[in-house]
């Protein structure tokens, strides 16, 4: 074990181009034994291409590493294996038709046979080890595993290396609280051992409370390097974004109109009981704990789950919807969490991802006309700041919060009563998150019903006009925008006299 604050892993003056795109400019980053250091900055400021020239995935065009004091040049993520480094990657690869176990031990399993059990067994135990007993079963198949899951599969790999430092880019965003909580503890106890981390993740609140220091990159460079004790989260915001974001959450007051979507007495096996009301131009938010429900109600409401008993109506007509294409017709538009499994095409562009909805407005017969389409896009990408490179870049090849935003684009270009939005700035950066929020706001204004669910209590809190609280299943309360706070928010959620 290396005495705490070694300095485990150093890289100096990284630079990385991909042909006239400046990735990296002048880069330092130390990462020290015992400690966390945070790695933050908004998408594109060249977090993920800093990871992969530890890893070796890229070869830096400038600059030096040093691992615990030795010069280092890694030509591909094996090597870097081999001398201690690992990264856990956000969306980790799985095999499908192997087990967790194998999945696991993919690099220390040899030849066409290996005791199964003997496997099985070790990895039950390292899973116990590192308390994922409960989330995973050594014997579960790739193609049936979660997301979080499949996160834990990446970071046991890691682990079974018992390397010297590890590296862990956004490893909440797939995670419930509960998953967190293990993952947290864990990281802890890799820094009391000795383990050097790196941590990137835009989820302030985590930063907090991990980190020992902050690394914040903007524009491919560095800004600097805070001690965690010694700065604060509109000061770190300040150095991400190069501003102050003051208005972050800003809402001009809008007189709600007529009442889009009620929901009287609904239930089904996820949801009870559920009464709701969104007006347009009014946001009105869902907020919770994980497994109230939330996603579940959304899900209900845009025809994905039938309902069993109770009624829906929209403006005013009861609606019953078999699937959400009928939801669409009706003109809701739904943002689902899980946009890469359930909103995007990623091998697709991002102008078939934009008119996805809208193809049969844009074809004449059975044929979709090019110059509409080429100028709904162009419309789209221009009045929500999509930064792509052009209409054809493959979505998947975007940053989360261009990807979200085509999302939100496509159900625009519908022109919907109802927006439904299922956590919209998740795995989003905080400067994206802003440009997200105006575009709520305009939405708003311009008569559209919002109805948006949010794990962020600050963002549910400066979003929404009015706050339903669910527990169990249930909404359990609602809060006016006058009387919502943290506390009110949190002491609904927990009260479990309501939940009958």
């Given at each position: 074990m290396?005495?705490?604050?070694?300095?485990?892993?150093?890289?100096?003056?990284?630079?990385?181009?991909?042909?006239?795109?400046?990735?990296?400019?002048g880069v330092?980053?130390?990462?020290?034994?015992?400690?966390?250091?945070?790695?933050?900055?908004?998408?594109?400021?060249g977090?993920?291409?800093?990871?992969?020239?530890?890893?070796?995935?890229?070869?830096?065009?400038?600059?030096?590493l040093?691992?615990?004091?030795?010069?280092?040049?890694?030509?591909?993520?094996r090597?870097?294996?081999?001398?201690?480094?690992?990264?856990?990657?956000?969306?980790?690869?799985?095999?499908?038709?192997?087990?967790?176990?194998?999945?696991?031990?993919?690099?220390?399993?040899?030849?066409?046979?290996?005791?199964?059990r003997?496997v099985?067994?070790k990895?039950?135990?390292?899973?116990?080890?590192?308390?994922?007993?409960?989330?995973?079963?050594?014997?579960?198949?790739?193609?049936?595993?979660?997301?979080?899951?499949?996160?834990?599969?990446?970071?046991?790999?890691?682990?079974?290396?018992?390397?010297?430092?590890?590296?862990?880019?956004?490893?909440?965003?797939?995670?419930?609280?509960?998953e967190?909580?293990?993952?947290?503890?864990?990281?802890?106890?890799?820094r009391?051992?000795?383990?050097?981390?790196?941590?990137?993740s835009?989820?302030?609140?985590?930063?907090?409370?991990?980190?020992?220091?902050?690394?914040?990159?903007?524009?491919?460079?560095?800004?600097?390097?805070?001690?965690?004790?010694?700065?604060?989260?509109?000061?770190?915001?300040r150095?991400?974004?190069?501003?102050?974001?003051?208005?972050?959450?800003?809402?001009?007051?809008?007189?709600?109109?007529?009442?889009?979507?009620?929901?009287?007495?609904?239930?089904?096996?996820?949801?009870?009981?559920?009464?709701?009301?969104?007006?347009?131009?009014?946001?009105?938010?869902?907020?919770?704990?994980?497994?109230?429900?939330?996603?579940?109600?959304?899900?209900?409401?845009?025809?994905?789950?039938?309902i069993?008993?109770?009624?829906?109506l929209?403006?005013?007509?009861?609606?019953?919807?078999?699937?959400?294409?009928?939801?669409?017709?009706?003109?809701?538009?739904?943002?689902?969490?899980?946009?890469k499994?359930?909103a995007?095409?990623?091998?697709?562009?991002?102008?078939?991802?934009?008119?996805l909805?809208?193809?049969?407005?844009?074809?004449?017969?059975?044929?979709?006309?090019?110059?509409?389409?080429?100028?709904?896009?162009?419309?789209?990408?221009?009045?929500?700041?999509?930064?792509?490179?052009?209409?054809?870049?493959?979505?998947?090849?975007?940053?989360?919060?261009n990807?979200?935003?085509?999302?939100?684009?496509?159900?625009?270009?519908?022109?919907?009563?109802?927006?439904?939005?299922?956590?919209?700035?998740?795995?989003?950066?905080?400067?994206?998150?802003?440009?997200?929020?105006?575009?709520?706001?305009?939405?708003?204004?311009?008569?559209?019903?919002?109805?948006?669910?949010?794990?962020?209590?600050?963002?549910?809190?400066?979003?929404?006009?009015?706050?339903?609280?669910?527990?169990?299943?249930?909404?359990?309360?609602?809060?006016?925008?006058?009387?919502?706070?943290?506390?009110?928010?949190?002491?609904?959620?927990?009260?479990?006299?309501?939940?009958?």
């Amino acid at each position: 074990m290396h005495a705490p604050g070694t300095v485990m892993l150093e890289a100096r003056g990284i630079g990385k181009s991909f042909g006239p795109v400046r990735a990296l400019s002048g880069v330092d980053l130390q990462l020290r034994a015992g400690e966390v250091t945070a790695i933050m900055g908004e998408n594109g400021a060249g977090k993920s291409t800093l990871l992969k020239i530890l890893t070796g995935d890229y070869q830096p065009d400038a600059g030096t590493l040093e691992l615990a004091g030795t010069e280092v040049h890694f030509t591909d993520p094996r090597h870097s294996r081999i001398a201690g480094l690992r990264v856990i990657a956000q969306e980790p690869e799985v095999i499908a038709h192997v087990s967790v176990a194998e999945n696991i031990y993919v690099g220390a399993l040899r030849g066409p046979l290996f005791d199964k059990r003997a496997v099985y067994a070790k990895t039950r135990a390292d899973l116990a080890k590192y308390g994922f007993e409960r989330l995973i079963r050594p014997e579960a198949l790739g193609s049936t595993l979660s997301p979080a899951q499949r996160q834990i599969v990446e970071i046991m790999r890691a682990l079974v290396d018992e390397p010297a430092v590890i590296c862990f880019d956004e490893p909440t965003s797939s995670l419930g609280e509960d998953e967190s909580g293990i993952l947290f503890a864990l990281i802890q106890r890799l820094r009391d051992e000795g383990v050097a981390i790196g941590y990137v993740s835009h989820r302030m609140q985590e930063i907090f409370q991990l980190a020992d220091r902050i690394t914040v990159l903007r524009d491919g460079a560095l800004v600097g390097t805070k001690l965690t004790a010694e700065t604060d989260h509109d000061e770190l915001v300040r150095m991400m974004v190069g501003r102050d974001l003051t208005q972050f959450f800003h809402r001009e007051p809008v007189t709600p109109g007529e009442t889009v979507l009620e929901l009287r007495d609904v239930g089904n096996e996820h949801v009870s009981g559920v009464d709701l009301t969104v007006r347009a131009g009014e946001v009105v938010g869902i907020a919770g704990l994980v497994g109230a429900g939330r996603s579940e109600l959304m899900k209900t409401i845009v025809g994905d789950f039938p309902i069993t008993s109770g009624e829906i109506l929209v403006s005013g007509r009861r609606t019953s919807f078999r699937s959400p294409g009928d939801a669409i017709a009706a003109g809701i538009g739904f943002a689902p969490e899980e946009r890469k499994a359930e909103a995007l095409v990623l091998q697709r562009p991002v102008r078939d991802n934009i008119t996805l909805a809208v193809l049969k407005e844009l074809s004449r017969w059975i044929f979709v006309r090019a110059g509409a389409e080429r100028a709904l896009t162009a419309d789209y990408i221009s009045r929500l700041r999509i930064r792509t490179p052009s209409s054809e870049q493959l979505v998947g090849k975007l940053s989360g919060g261009n990807q979200q935003k085509v999302v939100l684009a496509r159900w625009l270009a519908t022109r919907p009563k109802l927006l439904v939005l299922d956590e919209p700035t998740r795995g989003v950066d905080v400067g994206a998150k802003a440009e997200i929020y105006a575009i709520i706001d305009e939405l708003a204004h311009a008569g559209v019903a919002v109805l948006v669910v949010s794990s962020e209590l600050p963002e549910v809190l400066g979003l929404a006009d009015r706050i339903n609280v669910m527990a169990g299943g249930r909404i359990v309360g609602e809060l006016s925008r006058a009387e919502a706070t943290e506390e009110a928010i949190l002491a609904l959620a927990m009260d479990e006299s309501r939940i009958s």
